[in-house]
């Protein structure tokens, strides 16, 4: 069982940028994913990072979105920059076995932080 505990949600003005990060007791075994829902939407995968580092990111959030993590620290970020009023969401961190790559699919991760909301004004 993983418990992750994500900070750093807040409000910011379209171009600006805010930072997530996600705690849990061991990181270094996992995959780890970031993932947002909008109001009426469903989930979508952001960005995932494996074990070994690789990184896979969705067009939406490509070049502007970057994920890392520090194992030592058992810590995930997400870096979001040149943020825009369609990134508002509830963002959600997400881990799951280190099989193959980071998915960007939901449905492939088992255990899920509670969501910080991250809200764009225009």
């Known amino acids: 069982q993983v418990q992750l505990v994500e900070s750093g949600g807040g409000s910011v003005q379209a171009g600006g940028s805010l930072r997530l990060s996600c705690t849990a007791s061991?990181?270094?075994?996992?995959?780890m994913g970031w993932f947002r829902q909008a109001p009426g939407k469903e989930r979508e995968g952001g960005a995932g990072?494996?074990?070994?580092?690789?990184?896979t990111y969705a067009d939406s959030v490509k070049g502007r979105f970057t994920i890392s993590r520090d194992n030592a620290k058992n810590t995930l970020y997400l870096e979001m920059n040149s943020l825009k009023p369609e990134d508002t969401a509830m963002y959600f961190c997400?881990?799951?076995?280190?099989?193959?790559?980071?998915?960007?699919?939901?449905?492939?991760?088992?255990?899920w932080g509670q969501g910080p909301q991250v809200t764009v004004s225009s």
């Open positions: 990072i494996g074990t070994d580092d690789y990184t």
């Open positions: 061991d990181i270094s075994d996992y995959h």
């Open positions: 997400a881990a799951r076995g280190a099989r193959y790559r980071p998915p960007l699919d939901a449905a492939e991760y088992a255990y």
